[in-house]
């Protein structure tokens, strides 16, 4: 009998974690950071506190109640008595893996608090992806994926210990198998031991994954971050297949269609499939993006600013080309750069920035004197990149500056021209914080006489795209007829979903189709 648990990503987009039980081993299927279950009680200026370890996030329900999983520095000896009645707890100290799916934090983040030594496994691009995002931006104590700073019990003099203050002694790594790859070049290998010195990367064969007798099947798949793939567990009851999230519509489809083959061949007993997008009927993809912005781009005579999401590789690349060809320059911003670097390391079709005429790093405005070590060697090492907000300025129409809201407080150094161009080529507002940054991104291109292209625009309470505008953005996500291809192509006995909102749209829509489908619950146990 084998038992599937599902801890999150249960009528949730995101924050999936599901644990697989069988004889043969304990694994986690993602250990992600669920948004959602945050928003409901936290925001920006209010966050879980790190000086209580693990209290807030059990007593909040934001992490599951599993003793013996967590960090040790977390947990103070008698912090689990008051959840010992709680519904789901339970105490789990063997586990033997997590199966990350790939590097976006609503799968990745949680692994923060996970025991150092339970290892992670996923593709070696997945395991550079969530470094180079950790050495590059402000992680807080629950996003630490890649390496952590313990917290030690010893209080500042004179004060009375009440908290966990973060030890001087440096950051300690987690355990990363590689499960893709059985040899990486010493460059990269000189990646994953910078910043901290980190242990070097396991490349692991799947059939030999700690004491886990587990035999696994890694397989890459499309989505809107590079290194996605999907995983294969022969468990006692037969294959169970996880599908992380998918699309069949962008750069790399066929990945996602050799997934599909193969995950058939192997006649899975359970699916546990992605439903992000089962309301859309169709898909923009990535070409159509690609001609829709060259479209807009040419045509624009001053700054053009493009607003897409940060890691998707892809986006930066369609935008590199619309540079290419609209003899305009991309302006990146150093964590991008950073990114584009490492992903070199893994894949040398990644264009080399030094070499790459179409592309300059623009220079954020700072007042620090000594910038993280990452930024300081991003710059050293691209210095004839470097362009200034004036250098921006003064020549409005040879660039196209990727920013998104987040960098909108560069604009009074940047002084687009009136009639500038912001390209929106990201998703519309999911909640209600996401619609106030909209409303305040359009006070900004009031404010500098911008023209907004692909912008959701409020409309009766409902933020849409216009009709005429869109066309911009590929969704990281397969819509709902693609998502019942993937399902019926693999044709499992049983079929989970998760990551999703309307998980009974795989009920409504599946009912002849011979596959049974099971709607998990919160903490409940599905037994194949
Ligand atoms: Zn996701």
């Not at 901290?196 to 587990?214: E, F, H, T, V, W």
């Not at 890694?218 to 793939?229: E, K, L, M, R, W």
């Not at 079709?349 to 220079?363: G, S, T």
């Amino acid at each position: 009998m084998v038992k599937l648990t599902f801890y999150g990503g249960v009528r949730e987009i995101g924050g999936n974690k599901v644990l697989l039980e069988d004889d043969k081993g304990k694994l986690f299927l993602d250990f992600g950071y669920p948004y959602s279950k945050y928003r409901r009680f936290y925001e920006e200026y209010l966050k879980p506190r790190a000086g209580a370890g693990l209290l807030d996030l059990l007593v909040m329900g934001l992490l599951p109640h599993l003793e013996g999983i967590y960090r040790t520095d977390l947990d103070t000896g008698n912090l689990w008595q008051q959840f010992r009645r709680a519904e789901h707890y339970r105490k789990l100290e063997d586990i033997d893996g997590v199966l990350l799916t790939h590097a976006h934090l609503d799968h990745s983040g949680h692994i923060s608090f996970l025991r150092e030594d339970i290892p992670v496994y996923s593709t070696a691009t997945t395991a550079f992806i969530a470094k180079a995002i950790q050495d590059s931006g402000k992680a807080d104590f629950d996003q630490q994926v890649c390496y952590f700073t313990p917290r030690m019990e010893e209080c500042p003099k004179g004060w009375r210990q009440g908290a966990y203050f973060a030890s001087g002694s440096g950051d300690r790594q987690r355990r990363f198998g590689v499960a893709d790859r059985s040899r990486l070049s010493a460059e990269a290998e000189r990646f994953w031991g910078e910043v901290i010195r980190q242990k070097k990367l396991d490349s692991q064969p799947l059939d030999d994954i700690g004491k886990c007798r587990l035999s696994l099947r890694c397989f890459p798949v499309d989505h809107s971050i590079p290194g996605a793939c999907a995983w294969g567990i022969e468990t006692s009851s037969g294959w169970v297949v996880y599908s992380g999230d998918l699309r069949l519509h962008g750069k790399r489809a066929k990945l996602t269609e050799a997934f599909m083959k193969e995950a058939r061949q192997l006649q899975p007993r359970a699916l546990i499939l992605e439903g992000t997008n089962v309301n859309k009927a169709t898909n923009i993809a990535e070409k159509e993006v690609y001609q829709n912005a060259f479209k807009v781009i040419s045509d624009a005579r001053d700054l053009v600013i493009a607003d897409f999401p940060a890691r998707d590789v892809d986006r930066l690349l369609t935008f590199l080309q619309v540079a290419r060809d609209t003899k305009r320059k991309l302006a990146i911003l150093p964590k991008d750069a950073y990114l584009l670097k490492t992903m070199r390391l893994l894949e040398p079709e990644i264009p080399d920035i030094a070499e790459e005429d179409a592309i300059v790093l623009y220079q954020e405005t700072t007042a620090s004197r000594s910038p993280a070590q990452w930024l300081k060697k991003t710059y050293e090492e691209y210095s004839s990149k470097l362009v200034l907000a004036r250098d921006v300025a003064s020549n409005q129409s040879d660039f196209i500056l990727c920013f998104s809201f987040w960098d909108l407080n560069e604009l009074p150094s940047v002084q687009p021209r009136a009639g500038s161009l912001y390209v929106f080529s990201s998703s519309e507002p999911h909640n209600e914080e996401q619609q106030m940054d909209f409303w305040r991104l359009h006070q900004w291109l009031e404010r500098f006489g911008l023209r907004g292209f692909g912008l959701p625009v409020e409309k009766d309470a409902v933020w849409e795209i216009p009709d005429e505008e869109k066309g911009l953005h590929a969704s990281g996500h397969a819509c709902g007829p693609d998502l019942l291809r993937v399902a019926s192509e693999i044709q499992p006995e049983i079929l989970i979903p998760v990551h999703s909102e309307k998980p009974e749209f795989y009920k409504d829509s599946l009912s002849d189709s011979g596959i049974n489908i099971i709607l998990p619950s919160e903490g409940g146990t599905v037994e194949i």
